[in-house]
C-alpha cells in the first residue's frame, strides 16, 4: 500500500518565517531543504489566524543536519535513494 506523506507546518503567520533573518528553526529548516517554498513570500502577504497557505510540488534538495544555531547542510537530497518518485 502506498504512503501518502503531507508535510505541515503552523510555526509562523509568515512563509518561510524568520528564513532571511536569524530563525532555523522548523519552517526555515523545511524551507533550507525545500527553497521553492520561499517563492510564496513574493505573493502572499501575513497569514490570517484561520488562513492557511497550499504550496504544491515543492522539491527537496538536501538534506540538513542539526537544529537552529547547530544546523548545517548534511547532503545532496535524491528521491530515488528515499524510494520516492515525482
Not at 528553526?25 to 531543504?33: G, I, R, W
Not at 537530497?77 to 524510494?83: T, V
Amino acid at each position: 500500500m502506498d504512503t501518502l506523506v503531507i508535510p505541515v507546518d503552523f510555526a509562523d503567520p509568515y512563509i518561510g518565517g524568520e528564513f532571511l533573518r536569524f530563525g532555523n528553526v522548523q519552517e526555515e529548516l523545511m524551507c533550507c531543504m525545500q527553497p521553492e517554498i520561499l517563492s510564496g513570500r513574493l505573493f502572499m502577504e501575513r497569514l490570517l489566524p484561520r488562513e492557511a497557505a497550499l504550496v504544491i510540488g515543492a522539491e527537496r534538495f538536501c538534506s540538513c543536519r542539526g537544529y537552529a544555531r547547530d544546523l548545517v547542510w548534511a547532503e545532496d537530497f535524491r528521491e530515488a535513494d528515499h524510494g520516492s518518485a515525482r
